[in-house]
């Protein structure tokens, strides 16, 4: 397990950094200063990254941190904790704790871990109070945890029908024990693959095809277009929005508008692997899930507000592909985690496959193309020059195949 560190410095303490790297030496050392910070060379000796900024406290260190570690599980800590309480093994606890948080402030010396997903799916930190900022996070993760162990109970029972009793006395559980420390629960989260549109492992087989990078890049520029104005009509206060990002970098983000949604980043697993895990995050948030795996141009807000509403019928709803595959799903199920991370998608069978698992489930009748080949690519062109109520992106999409046919 690598950790990255994010600490507010206001005094120069080279003790503190040299305990710090005694303690865990492979730890990457995120320092966060204000702009006039006078100390800046010293301090560059011992740390990795050194991030200055306007407006100094302790919530904007933190969150300004993490924007640029590199690693999965966050320490945040203070310049005066007392480093000789950490160890590796204890950081390591994070691994057994089902929502992925170790509180390792007990005694009041010491701040949090977490990982970065979860920190987002939390809406970072959100107290200017330094006092509560930590005890604050750490209430909500404490919450969530009464969450995610009620739900696996329910999970091994199978009895999902009449749970009211069960939520009364999680809700009192939580009354009781923490107040005005919880995270909000949604009634739908609705969740966006995305891949930097440069990235050569965006759209492998048409770069191949084409040995054109220049066209591609334009092409997935404009579908990631497309899907930012799909997030703009999804956004309600009953919908939090999670860009699930595959790429090394997520800095793309901000080029599209969708830097301030809640990302989570799942570089280089497998597209399995990614939804299995990012379904078992999102499910803790919200009643319903809907998971847009595809960047299909067809593919609108109005589909996906489709397939939400179907859910009144269906535990399950999906909008296929014409391949076989699935372009998007929602569900009520909590309990698909284990059918995600075994299906291989992208293949003629992922829909049979996937359907087989289920039992009150919905198929849209209008299936759309899964871009991935010359040939896919001129399938969806067809499909989206017969569609009426074009969104502007989606219109731009047409221009750009129109002239560039022959290219």
Sequence with gaps: MKFSAVIPIKDY?????????????EIEIICVT???????????????????IDQMSKRNAFNAGVEEAQNQNII?????????????????????????????NPDKLLSLVIDKNLFYMLNKFESDNADD???????????????????????KSQDFKDDSFIKRSINAIKNKIFK???????????????????SNENKTKIRQELNNNTLIDKYNDICLKITSENIK??????????????????????????????IINYHGESINKLLSNAYDL???????????????????????QDCIKNLNKFDTYLIESDNGSICCFSTKLKTLAPVLSKITFNISTTKDNFIKQLYNYGLSEEKVVNVDTIYSLRRAYDNLRE??????????????????KYA
């Design 76 to 104: 945040f800590l203070n310049e005066n904790d007392d480093i000789n309480k950490i160890h590796f093994e204890l950081l390591s606890k994070i691994k057994k704790n089902s929502v992925n948080y170790l509180d390792i």
């Design 34 to 52: 204000e702009n006039d910070f006078s100390s800046a060379e010293q301090l560059s000796n011992h740390t990795q990254k050194i991030i200055k």
């Design 233 to 262: 009509n999804c956004k309600s206060s009953n919908n939090k929005i999670v860009v699930i990002n595959t790429s090394f970098t997520n800095t793309y983000l901000n080029d599209y508008g969708l830097s301030d949604n809640s």
């Design 282 to 304: 999102c499910k803790i948030f919200g009643k319903k899930i809907t998971i847009c795996i595809s960047d299909s141009p067809e593919i609108s807000h109005l589909n996906i």
């Design 387 to 404: 569609k009426r109520n074009l969104t502007t992106s989606q219109k731009e999409l047409i221009d750009f195949i129109n002239r560039n």
């Design 180 to 198: 005005g420390g919880g995270y909000k629960k949604y009634e739908n989260i609705i969740c966006f693959v995305c891949t930097d549109p440069k």
């Design 13 to 25: 303490n080279i003790k503190f950094f040299e305990d710090l790297k005694n303690k865990i030496p």
């Design 133 to 155: 900022i930590i005890l604050n996070f750490i209430n909500k993760c404490k919450i969530l945890e009464i969450e995610v162990n009620e739900i696996t109970k329910q999970i």
